[in-house]
Protein backbone atom coordinates (compact mmCIF):
# COMPACT_ATOMS: atom_id res chain seq x y z
CA UNK A 1 0.00 0.00 0.00
CA UNK A 2 2.91 2.34 0.60
CA UNK A 3 3.78 2.45 -3.07
CA UNK A 4 0.07 3.27 -3.77
CA UNK A 5 -1.62 6.63 -4.89
CA UNK A 6 -3.65 9.02 -2.95
CA UNK A 7 -6.12 10.69 -5.60
CA UNK A 8 -8.29 13.79 -4.46
CA UNK A 9 -10.35 16.04 -6.45
CA UNK A 10 -10.45 19.32 -4.48
CA UNK A 11 -13.43 21.36 -5.72
CA UNK A 12 -13.56 25.37 -4.48
CA UNK A 13 -17.23 27.08 -5.06
CA UNK A 14 -19.02 29.95 -3.54
CA UNK A 15 -22.73 28.17 -4.71
CA UNK A 16 -24.93 25.22 -6.01
CA UNK A 17 -24.76 24.13 -9.04
CA UNK A 18 -27.01 25.16 -11.91
CA UNK A 19 -26.61 23.32 -15.53
CA UNK A 20 -25.81 19.76 -16.10
CA UNK A 21 -25.51 16.26 -14.42
CA UNK A 22 -26.34 16.01 -10.62
CA UNK A 23 -22.86 16.73 -8.94
CA UNK A 24 -23.79 14.30 -6.21
CA UNK A 25 -24.28 11.41 -8.96
CA UNK A 26 -20.54 12.35 -10.30
CA UNK A 27 -19.24 12.54 -6.79
CA UNK A 28 -20.48 8.83 -5.95
CA UNK A 29 -18.73 7.75 -9.39
CA UNK A 30 -15.39 9.29 -8.34
CA UNK A 31 -15.59 7.58 -5.60
CA UNK A 32 -15.90 4.13 -7.17
CA UNK A 33 -12.80 4.76 -9.30
CA UNK A 34 -10.73 5.31 -5.76
CA UNK A 35 -10.84 9.36 -5.95
CA UNK A 36 -11.95 11.08 -3.06
CA UNK A 37 -13.54 14.34 -3.50
CA UNK A 38 -13.53 16.68 -1.31
CA UNK A 39 -15.41 20.64 -1.29
CA UNK A 40 -14.26 24.13 -0.31
CA UNK A 41 -17.56 26.36 -0.20
CA UNK A 42 -15.87 29.52 -0.38
CA UNK A 43 -17.59 32.77 1.89
CA UNK A 44 -16.71 36.07 1.10
CA UNK A 45 -18.89 38.53 3.43
CA UNK A 46 -22.14 36.85 1.48
CA UNK A 47 -23.23 34.10 3.12
CA UNK A 48 -23.76 31.00 1.79
CA UNK A 49 -27.52 29.67 0.87
CA UNK A 50 -28.89 26.80 2.73
CA UNK A 51 -29.05 25.22 -0.58
CA UNK A 52 -25.84 26.12 -1.83
CA UNK A 53 -24.35 24.70 1.52
CA UNK A 54 -26.27 21.19 1.53
CA UNK A 55 -25.01 20.72 -2.16
CA UNK A 56 -21.30 21.05 -0.73
CA UNK A 57 -21.64 18.71 2.16
CA UNK A 58 -23.58 16.01 -0.30
CA UNK A 59 -20.92 16.05 -2.88
CA UNK A 60 -18.04 15.82 -0.20
CA UNK A 61 -20.23 12.88 1.51
CA UNK A 62 -21.36 11.16 -2.09
CA UNK A 63 -17.41 11.50 -2.92
CA UNK A 64 -15.79 10.24 0.43
CA UNK A 65 -14.32 13.36 1.69
CA UNK A 66 -14.35 16.24 3.76
CA UNK A 67 -15.78 19.68 3.36
CA UNK A 68 -15.49 22.82 4.61
CA UNK A 69 -17.46 26.50 4.62
CA UNK A 70 -14.74 29.04 5.22
CA UNK A 71 -14.47 32.63 4.71
CA UNK A 72 -11.61 33.63 1.89
CA UNK A 73 -9.33 35.37 4.29
CA UNK A 74 -8.99 31.76 6.25
CA UNK A 75 -8.76 29.66 3.04
CA UNK A 76 -5.37 29.67 2.93
CA UNK A 77 -5.04 27.49 6.26
CA UNK A 78 -8.67 25.46 5.53
CA UNK A 79 -7.45 23.95 1.74
CA UNK A 80 -4.29 22.65 4.09
CA UNK A 81 -6.39 21.43 6.49
CA UNK A 82 -9.17 19.90 4.30
CA UNK A 83 -6.24 18.10 2.02
CA UNK A 84 -4.44 16.62 5.21
CA UNK A 85 -7.62 15.34 6.68
CA UNK A 86 -8.75 13.90 3.36
CA UNK A 87 -5.72 12.13 2.94
CA UNK A 88 -6.14 10.52 6.92
CA UNK A 89 -9.56 9.68 6.34
CA UNK A 90 -8.74 7.82 3.09
CA UNK A 91 -5.89 5.81 5.08
CA UNK A 92 -7.92 5.05 7.82
CA UNK A 93 -10.82 3.41 5.19
CA UNK A 94 -8.63 1.30 3.59
CA UNK A 95 -6.89 0.10 6.98
CA UNK A 96 -10.26 -0.35 8.81
CA UNK A 97 -10.73 -2.54 5.66
CA UNK A 98 -7.71 -4.52 6.39
CA UNK A 99 -9.03 -4.76 9.26
CA UNK A 100 -12.13 -6.05 8.61
CA UNK A 101 -10.91 -9.03 6.67
CA UNK A 102 -8.32 -9.97 9.17
CA UNK A 103 -10.27 -9.80 12.32
CA UNK A 104 -14.24 -9.72 10.96
CA UNK A 105 -16.90 -8.12 10.02
CA UNK A 106 -17.83 -6.43 13.29
CA UNK A 107 -14.24 -5.07 14.06
CA UNK A 108 -12.84 -1.53 13.72
CA UNK A 109 -9.66 0.20 14.91
CA UNK A 110 -11.77 1.77 17.70
CA UNK A 111 -12.13 -1.92 18.55
CA UNK A 112 -8.57 -2.70 19.84
CA UNK A 113 -6.31 -2.10 22.62
CA UNK A 114 -5.42 0.82 23.46
CA UNK A 115 -1.60 -0.25 22.56
CA UNK A 116 -2.77 -1.66 19.32
CA UNK A 117 -4.72 1.04 18.23
CA UNK A 118 -1.77 2.86 18.70
CA UNK A 119 0.26 0.78 16.63
CA UNK A 120 -2.28 0.97 13.69
CA UNK A 121 -2.39 4.89 13.95
CA UNK A 122 1.52 5.34 13.46
CA UNK A 123 1.03 2.75 10.30
CA UNK A 124 -1.91 5.50 9.04
CA UNK A 125 0.10 8.69 10.21
CA UNK A 126 3.24 7.01 8.00
CA UNK A 127 1.45 6.18 4.83
CA UNK A 128 0.00 9.87 4.96
CA UNK A 129 3.64 10.87 4.79
CA UNK A 130 4.96 8.40 2.39
CA UNK A 131 2.35 7.55 -0.28
CA UNK A 132 2.18 9.35 -3.56
CA UNK A 133 -0.39 12.10 -4.08
CA UNK A 134 -2.17 13.53 -6.92
CA UNK A 135 -4.70 16.70 -5.93
CA UNK A 136 -7.04 17.74 -8.95
CA UNK A 137 -7.92 21.45 -7.76
CA UNK A 138 -11.37 22.06 -9.60
CA UNK A 139 -12.21 26.35 -9.05
CA UNK A 140 -15.34 27.70 -9.51
CA UNK A 141 -14.53 31.09 -11.97
CA UNK A 142 -18.74 31.82 -12.06
CA UNK A 143 -18.99 35.44 -11.77
CA UNK A 144 -19.45 35.45 -7.77
CA UNK A 145 -16.33 33.94 -7.61
CA UNK A 146 -14.32 37.09 -9.24
CA UNK A 147 -13.08 38.72 -6.24
CA UNK A 148 -11.94 35.52 -4.26
CA UNK A 149 -9.62 34.26 -7.26
CA UNK A 150 -6.85 36.17 -5.67
CA UNK A 151 -7.10 34.34 -2.46
CA UNK A 152 -7.88 30.93 -4.18
CA UNK A 153 -4.29 31.41 -6.05
CA UNK A 154 -2.58 32.17 -2.08
CA UNK A 155 -4.13 29.28 -1.00
CA UNK A 156 -3.41 26.70 -3.43
CA UNK A 157 0.58 27.99 -3.49
CA UNK A 158 0.69 27.67 0.09
CA UNK A 159 -1.17 24.34 0.37
CA UNK A 160 1.94 23.29 -2.36
CA UNK A 161 4.51 24.60 0.09
CA UNK A 162 3.10 22.97 3.18
CA UNK A 163 3.46 19.56 1.40
CA UNK A 164 6.76 19.64 -0.20
CA UNK A 165 7.88 17.88 3.31
CA UNK A 166 6.05 15.02 2.93
CA UNK A 167 8.52 11.50 1.65
CA UNK A 168 6.05 10.64 -1.40
CA UNK A 169 5.65 12.68 -4.17
CA UNK A 170 2.89 15.40 -4.65
CA UNK A 171 1.21 16.02 -8.02
CA UNK A 172 -1.30 18.87 -8.40
CA UNK A 173 -3.03 19.96 -11.73
CA UNK A 174 -5.75 22.68 -12.21
CA UNK A 175 -8.63 23.07 -13.98
CA UNK A 176 -11.30 26.21 -14.15
CA UNK A 177 -15.09 25.71 -14.65
CA UNK A 178 -16.93 27.25 -16.66
CA UNK A 179 -14.55 26.78 -19.88
CA UNK A 180 -14.47 28.98 -22.61
CA UNK A 181 -15.69 26.33 -25.10
CA UNK A 182 -15.90 23.52 -22.34
CA UNK A 183 -17.31 22.52 -19.54
CA UNK A 184 -13.66 23.05 -17.76
CA UNK A 185 -10.46 24.57 -18.96
CA UNK A 186 -6.90 23.69 -17.94
CA UNK A 187 -5.08 26.27 -16.11
CA UNK A 188 -2.05 24.11 -15.19
CA UNK A 189 -1.33 20.23 -16.22
CA UNK A 190 0.03 17.71 -13.85
CA UNK A 191 3.05 19.28 -12.22
CA UNK A 192 4.80 18.72 -8.54
CA UNK A 193 4.75 22.53 -8.01
CA UNK A 194 1.94 25.26 -7.30
CA UNK A 195 4.76 28.04 -8.15
CA UNK A 196 4.09 28.67 -11.65
CA UNK A 197 0.22 29.78 -10.41
CA UNK A 198 1.56 33.28 -10.26
CA UNK A 199 -0.75 35.74 -12.44
CA UNK A 200 -2.88 32.82 -13.92
CA UNK A 201 -6.36 34.02 -12.23
CA UNK A 202 -5.74 37.52 -13.44
CA UNK A 203 -6.35 36.07 -16.94
CA UNK A 204 -10.08 34.03 -16.38
CA UNK A 205 -12.98 35.59 -17.85
CA UNK A 206 -15.81 35.44 -15.13
CA UNK A 207 -19.11 33.51 -16.31
CA UNK A 208 -22.36 33.33 -15.10
CA UNK A 209 -23.41 29.10 -15.30
CA UNK A 210 -21.82 26.65 -12.30
CA UNK A 211 -21.43 23.55 -14.12
CA UNK A 212 -20.34 21.41 -11.30
CA UNK A 213 -21.70 18.22 -12.33
CA UNK A 214 -20.13 17.88 -15.46
CA UNK A 215 -17.02 19.84 -14.92
CA UNK A 216 -16.34 16.77 -11.91
CA UNK A 217 -17.16 14.29 -14.84
CA UNK A 218 -14.35 15.35 -17.02
CA UNK A 219 -11.75 15.44 -13.70
CA UNK A 220 -12.32 11.81 -13.51
CA UNK A 221 -11.62 11.74 -17.15
CA UNK A 222 -8.63 13.31 -16.55
CA UNK A 223 -7.37 11.08 -13.73
CA UNK A 224 -8.26 8.31 -15.74
CA UNK A 225 -6.09 9.53 -19.12
CA UNK A 226 -3.30 10.20 -16.21
CA UNK A 227 -2.93 6.68 -15.12
CA UNK A 228 -3.30 5.18 -18.31
CA UNK A 229 0.06 7.27 -19.04
CA UNK A 230 1.66 6.44 -16.45
CA UNK A 231 0.90 2.89 -17.11
CA UNK A 232 2.45 3.14 -20.68
CA UNK A 233 5.61 4.59 -19.14
CA UNK A 234 5.64 1.96 -17.10
CA UNK A 235 5.34 -0.51 -19.27
CA UNK A 236 8.04 0.95 -21.54
CA UNK A 237 10.37 0.95 -18.70
CA UNK A 238 9.78 -2.71 -18.37
CA UNK A 239 10.06 -2.89 -22.01
CA UNK A 240 13.14 -1.41 -22.05
CA UNK A 241 14.66 -3.55 -18.92
CA UNK A 242 14.29 -6.60 -21.16
CA UNK A 243 15.88 -5.09 -24.06
CA UNK A 244 18.88 -4.74 -22.37
CA UNK A 245 18.91 -7.77 -20.67
CA UNK A 246 18.70 -6.88 -16.84
Known amino acids: MSKGTLKQILLLTDGHSNQGEDPVAIA???REQGITVNVIGV???DHLNEKGIEEIESIAMSGGGVSQVVYAKQLAQTVQMVTRKAMTQTIHGVVNKELTQILG??????DLSPAKRGQVME????????????????????A????????????????SISLTS????NRFALYSFPGKKKDIDKLLDWTPQLNSLTGIFQKLSSGGITPTGPALQVAIEKFQKSGARRRLMAGDEEQLFEESGM
Open 123 to 142: VVDELGETMNLDVLILVDTS
Open 28 to 30: ALA
Open 144 to 159: SMRNKLPMVQEALTDL
Open 43 to 45: VDG
Open 105 to 110: QNHEIE
Open 166 to 169: RMGA
